[in-house]
C-alpha cells in the first residue's frame, strides 16, 4: 500500500522535530545525526568510529529520551563474557525446589550502547550475532526474544589499538552504516563551553512515543523503490567486486547482498525524511559511503598506498552511471 501525502507530510514533520531535538542536545554534529536518525529509520545498527569525548554516548542516551526507548550501555573489555551481555541461567529458589531461571542480561533493550566493541574477545563479538541479525538470543538451547525496536550503536576509538580485536566481517556486515564521528570546530567548542558543564546532561524532550515511531519505520517500507534505482544500486554492489570496474583494482573482497539491501532500506528512510514518496539516485548516493566503506576489504598493496576504502566507494559513485546503457526487460518502469 502506498503513502498518502498528508500521512507522509505528517511523518516528515515528525523526524524534522526530532532532528532538531537531537541537534540542541549534540551541538555541531548535524550531518552526523541525520545518518544516525537515516539509519534507525531503516532498521539498521549502526558503528560509530570516533575519539573519546566527541559526544558518542550523549547521542545515544539522547536518541533514546527523544523516542521514549529503554537504553542500556555495555563496556566492552577483554574479559567480559558472553553471558555478561546476553544473560545467564541463574539457580533461584521457587515453590517447586531449586531451579534455572534465565536472567536477562543489559542487550536486551531498545537501544544498546557496545562502548568500544573492538575490546571484547571474538568470542564476545560472536554472541552479537544473532541478536543483530534475528534479534534474539539462545542460551543453553533455549531462545530468547529481544524487545522491539532493537538497535545496536558501537562504538570504536580508530587510534588505540592495542588490546583491542578487530570486528570480524560477519559482524561489520551486520552493521547498516559505519560512521565517523569528526572533532568539533573552534565555534562549535565555544558553543558547548558556553551551555555545557562536566558531569550535566543536556536536558532533552520526548519527541515521539514509541507507536508513533512504530508508524514512522512502518512507513519507510511503504516508500516506493523505482526499478532503475534498484538496478542502480545492483550495479554499484556489482562493481564493487575485483574485476568489475576500474576502482574495484584495489578491492580484495567486495560487498555482500547484505550491503544492497541495505543501501534500499537507507535510500527510503532518506526518501521519508526528506518528504518525498520515491526513492531516488539521490538518496543512493547520500548513503553509499557509510553503507559500503566497511563492507570492503582492500588489497594488502592499497593500504600501503594509503587508500582508504571511502575513497573507492566515492570512486566507484564516480565510474557506475545512474541508467544503464541496457535496462532488464523486468525494469518495466524506467
Known amino acids: 500500500m502506498s503513502l498518502e501525502e498528508s500521512e507522509l507530510s505528517a511523518h516528515a514533520a515528525s523526524i524534522q522535530s526530532?532532528?532538531?531535538?537531537?541537534?540542541?542536545?549534540?551541538?555541531?554534529?548535524?550531518?552526523?545525526?541525520?545518518?544516525?536518525?537515516?539509519?534507525?529509520?531503516?532498521?539498521?545498527?549502526l558503528l560509530l568510529e570516533g575519539l573519546p569525548g566527541l559526544g558518542k554516548t550523549e547521542l545515544v542516551k539522547a536518541l533514546a529520551k527523544t523516542l521514549e526507548l529503554e537504553n542500556k550501555r555495555i563496556q566492552f573489555t577483554p574479559d567480559l563474557l558472553p553471558g555478561d551481555i546476553t544473560g545467564n541461567p541463574v539457580l533461584q529458589e521457587t515453590e517447586n525446589g531449586r531451579e534455572f531461571r534465565f536472567q536477562k542480561g543489559p542487550l536486551f533493550a531498545n537501544i544498546v550502547l557496545a562502548d568500544e566493541i573492538n575490546r571484547a574477545s571474538p568470542k564476545t563479538q560472536s554472541a552479537l550475532l544473532?541478536?543483530?541479525?534475528?534479534?534474539?538470543?539462545?542460551?543453553l538451547g533455549t531462545t530468547h526474544p529481544l524487545p522491539a525496536p532493537f538497535f545496536v550503536l558501537a562504538t570504536q576509538n580508530p587510534i588505540e589499538l592495542e588490546g583491542t580485536y578487530p570486528l570480524p566481517e560477519a559482524q561489520l556486515d551486520r552493521f547498516l552504516f559505519k560512521l565517523e564521528v569528526r572533532r568539533n570546530t573552534a565555534a562549535t567548542l565555544e558553543k558547548i563551553v558556553l551551555h555545557r558543564e562536566i558531569g550535566v546532561e543536556p536536558v532533552v524532550k520526548k519527541v515521539l512515543s514509541r507507536e508513533e515511531w512504530g508508524a514512522i519505520t512502518a512507513a519507510v517500507r511503504r516508500v516506493y523503490l523505482p526499478g532503475v534505482v534498484a538496478n542502480y544500486i545492483a550495479r554499484l554492489v556489482d562493481a564493487s567486486h575485483a574485476g568489475q570496474s576500474p576502482a574495484a583494482t584495489a578491492i580484495k573482497f567486495g560487498a555482500s547482498p547484505r550491503a544492497a539491501l541495505g543501501l534500499a532500506a537507507a535510500s527510503k528512510a532518506r526518501a521519508l525524511m526528506n518528504g518525498r514518496l520515491n526513492a531516488s539516485f539521490e538518496d543512493v548516493d547520500a548513503v553509499a559511503v557509510p553503507v559500503l566503506q566497511h563492507r570492503i576489504i582492500l588489497h594488502y598493496e592499497a593500504r600501503l598506498e594509503g587508500r582508504t576504502p571511502r575513497e573507492i566507494v566515492e570512486s566507484l559513485l564516480a565510474e557506475v552511471p545512474r541508467q544503464a546503457l541496457e535496462l532488464p526487460a523486468t525494469l518495466s518502469d524506467a
Do not use: P
Open 130 to 139: 544473532e541478536a543483530m541479525q534475528e534479534q534474539r538470543v539462545t542460551v
Open 18 to 45: 526530532l532532528l532538531e531535538e537531537l541537534n540542541g542536545a549534540l551541538y555541531g554534529q548535524e550531518n552526523l545525526i541525520e545518518l544516525v536518525v537515516t539509519g534507525l529509520l531503516a532498521g539498521g545498527h
